[in-house]
């Protein structure tokens, strides 16, 4: 088990409307493959704060809104020795809740 600290970034957008999500807090993580396996499986939780950003854009108009909700996630990936990974994530955010894909590389 690995406990840490999480800051994710969200940024959508679509015909004059931008969303930005960013979340940071604590989570845990457990391993369901030995230490020693190339390929590692995992899977955990996180807990923390989230600050959320609309705007849209219609002409020379702005609009915006600016939000702080309390939130969290479940996630599961996979890891290679390599440091490469792969990470399925879903947010339980109030209003923003979202399902997201990530890969990259652990150093």
């Known amino acids: 088990v690995l ?4 800051l994710d970034g969200t ?4 015909d004059g409307l931008e969303f930005r999500v960013i979340g940071l807090g ?16 995992y899977g955990g939780l996180g807990l ?5 950003r609309a ?4 002409g020379n108009l702005t609009v915006s809104d600016d939000d702080t909700e309390f939130g969290g ?8 020795n390599s440091g ?3 990470e399925a994530d879903y947010q339980l955010i ?12 652990r150093f």
Do not use: H, M
């Open 84 to 86: 490469f990974f792969g």
């Open 26 to 41: 604590g989570q845990i993580r457990t391993y369901f493959t030995p230490a020693i396996a190339p390929t590692k499986f």
């Open 73 to 80: 996630k479940l996630f599961a990936g996979v890891e290679l």
């Open 11 to 14: 940024t959508k957008s679509n």
């Open 94 to 105: 109030d209003d923003f809740d979202g399902f997201n894909l990530s890969i990259g590389y």
């Open 3 to 6: 406990y840490g600290v999480y």
């Open 48 to 52: 923390g704060v989230y600050f959320a």
């Open 55 to 58: 705007e849209a854009r219609v």
